[in-house]
């Protein structure tokens, strides 16, 4: 079955940088687009970043644009996240997120179980 | 880019009752719209796509309708398991964007 498996999260001062990964097993990784989901505390879903099956399209929410990269090794079954400039306000829940099969865009029908990210000075 | 609006924000209801939740899109999104059941601390789960097809495993209590602008998702008979929170979510456009979630108590 489908796995996902977030890690990377944690703490870091605002101005400062972090990596997520999702390792990811039960499927040809290398034929999905992927992408990030996050929740603040208490807050509803919040799509980030989506990357296309080869690596090759990303498309990125306009309250992370130009601080975040997606990315992914399709030899390793592993999504990243690369956050820069972090800001209070990036302080959430992240999730990985598989969307169903056929042309781009479809909804995710499986999720990691997150990695919790905390900006605080 | 394409705003979601659920309505209620909340709701309260009991064991049996029928309820309904309505979504509605900023601009027309055809059918492109998926509904997530999400429990505390949990990540959320797939219900229902394209506004009327239930996923596979999903009880069918769950019904989802609609096109255009405006979704609803119906529980026909609410059980205990059902008290959650619910995300509407477009997309038909590379911007994936959630409804701001309705939470169903229990009254």
């Known amino acids: 079955q489908v796995q996902l498996v977030e890690s990377g999260g944690g703490v870091v001062q605002p101005g400062g940088s972090l990596r997520l990964s999702c390792a990811a097993s039960g499927f040809t990784f290398s034929s999905y687009g992927m992408h990030w989901v996050r929740q603040a505390p208490g807050k509803g879903l919040e799509w980030v970043a989506y990357?296309?099956?080869?690596?090759?399209?990303?498309h990125y929410a306009d309250s992370v644009k130009g601080r975040f990269t997606i990315s992914r090794d399709n030899s390793k079954n592993t999504l990243y996240l690369q956050m820069n400039s972090l800001r209070d306000e990036d302080t959430a829940v992240y999730y990985c997120?598989?969307?169903?099969?056929?042309?781009?865009?479809?909804?995710?029908?499986?999720w990691g179980q997150g990695s919790l990210v905390t900006v605080s000075s | 880019d394409i705003q979601m609006t659920q309505s209620p924000s909340t709701l309260s209801a009991s064991v049996g009752d029928r309820v309904t939740i309505t979504c509605r899109a900023s601009q027309s999104i055809s059918s492109w719209l998926a509904w997530y059941q999400q429990k505390p601390g949990k990540a959320p789960k797939f219900l229902i796509y394209k506004a009327s097809s239930l996923e596979s495993g999903v009880p069918s209590r769950f019904s989802g309708s609609g096109s255009g602008t405006e979704f609803t998702l119906t529980i026909s008979s609410l059980q205990p398991d059902d008290f959650a929170t619910y995300y509407c979510q477009q997309y038909n456009t590379y911007s994936w964007t959630f409804g701001q979630g309705t939470k169903v108590e229990i009254k």
């Open positions: 990357i296309r099956y080869d690596g090759n399209n990303e």
């Open positions: 997120g598989k969307p169903i099969g056929g042309d781009p865009p479809q909804p995710f029908d499986s």
